[in-house]
């Protein structure tokens, strides 16, 4: 259900992933139409190009022209009206700015790492931070000395596509063990300063059949939600993303039964950042936050509804990057604009996610006194709060 990335298919150039095909959209169709029209008219503009491609996932023109587009349409209103483009996202989504807790992976695994973790994602969540800039550096002393503690297991310290450090453990306990000592090596309370979260990709391990597979062990569906279930006692888990696979709405029903009330379930492969798909897993009653990934959706607008959607229906909105990601910084406008008070853009390694923290210092620095943390408020529901028996 993503937005489709249009690529030119040219097998000489680039393996197939060439864009000149995007790039002659903008520069002809989209221009053709846009041009003369009034730059502050950020839903009607992204209307008429969507209009424009007329395909219900933007195949024609692309999603990668249109969006790229739409953010320059954002990025010279806010120019326009001097303002920071923080407080144009504000302004358009109608919400008060504030700086967002960094969901900060640490530990790379899946398919974003060459090495025998399953999971995905294993990260790390300041949220006892009382700022940005603290939490960041809470971040950055938990990453070295994580680092540390790797070599002197004898481990590899290359890194993973999204900066965080990619050794050959042998399984999820053994990371989290890892990650857990590096936090109390740095002077922090596990459970209190700093939390865990997870990206599990659960699709990844899902057959046809209805069973999941994860380290050579097969799961059925009720028995992959005890899992989760027995690791979140375990271990100061407060996020997990995907836990379930984006077809297996059972499972994502029951998972949100047993843990919704303990922990931040985060669709990302099940809503796609696409407006009526949240809608549905709303009415469903399954997940209770999303992951917002602007290039799922394909324009500003769309993406600012479903952040609008999920905060009326009180599900968390998580902006994030993607794995392959560019220095382009506005995920970090958008975090501060929308005050969704949540940002996932990898660990503080890699100058593609590095660009994102940096951004978010100077916007801390601008606004100063005047702009909140979101720090543990922005997980309130879930402290302190009893695990249901799966079971009963």
């Known amino acids: ?158 890194v993973g596509d999204e900066g965080g450090f990619a050794p050959n453990l042998r399984g999820t306990t053994e990371a989290i063990e890892a990650i857990l000592e590096a936090v109390t090596q740095a002077g922090y309370k596990v459970g209190q300063d700093i939390y865990l979260g997870l990206d599990v990709a659960s699709t990844a391990f899902y057959s046809p059949d209805g069973t999941y597979y994860m380290e050579d062990k097969p799961f059925t569906g009720s028995e992959w939600v005890a899992y989760w279930v027995d690791l979140v006692r375990q271990y100061p888990i407060i996020s997990i993303e995907d836990g379930m696979a984006e077809t297996d709405h059972i499972g994502w029903k029951q998972l949100t039964q047993a843990l919704g009330d303990r922990v931040q379930l985060v669709g990302d492969d099940l809503f796609v950042t696409h407006p009526s798909l949240l809608q549905q897993g709303i009415a469903a009653n399954i997940a209770n936050a999303v992951l917002v990934k602007y290039n799922q959706i394909g324009s500003l607008t769309e993406t600012l509804q479903t952040i609008s959607l999920a905060k009326k229906a009180n599900y968390a909105a998580i902006i994030s990057h993607r794995s392959g990601e560019t220095e382009d910084t506005t995920i970090a406008d ?37 702009v909140t943390y979101a720090g543990r408020h922005a997980f309130a529901q879930f402290l302190d709060r009893p695990i249901r028996n799966i079971y009963d």
Do not use: W
């Open 334 to 370: 958008l975090a501060v604009g929308t005050g969704v008070g949540q940002i996932k853009t990898g660990a503080v390694c890699r100058t593609d996610r590095v660009a994102k923290y940096n951004r978010l210092l100077r916007i801390e620095a601008d606004v100063q006194d005047t």
């Open 1 to 158: 259900m993503e937005a489709v990335e249009l690529r030119d298919a040219d097998p000489k150039r680039y393996h197939g992933k060439g864009v000149l095909k995007a790039v002659a959209h903008v520069c002809a169709m989209i221009s053709e139409n846009l041009v003369g029209k009034a730059i502050h008219d950020q839903a009607g503009l992204d209307g008429l190009m969507i209009t424009l491609d007329g395909s219900p996932n933007k195949c024609h023109l692309g999603a990668n022209a249109i969006l790229s587009v739409s953010l320059a349409i954002a990025k010279a209103a806010a120019l326009h009206l001097r303002q920071p483009l923080y407080q144009y996202f504000a302004d358009l989504i109608g919400a008060n700015y504030r700086m967002p807790v960094p969901m900060m992976n640490i530990i790379n695994g899946g398919l974003h790492a060459d090495n025998p973790l399953a999971i995905q994602e294993f990260m790390i969540i300041p949220i006892g931070a009382p700022s940005f800039r603290d939490a960041l550096r809470a971040g950055v002393e938990v990453f070295h000395l994580l680092k540390a503690y790797l070599k002197q297991k004898g481990l590899s310290t290359n």
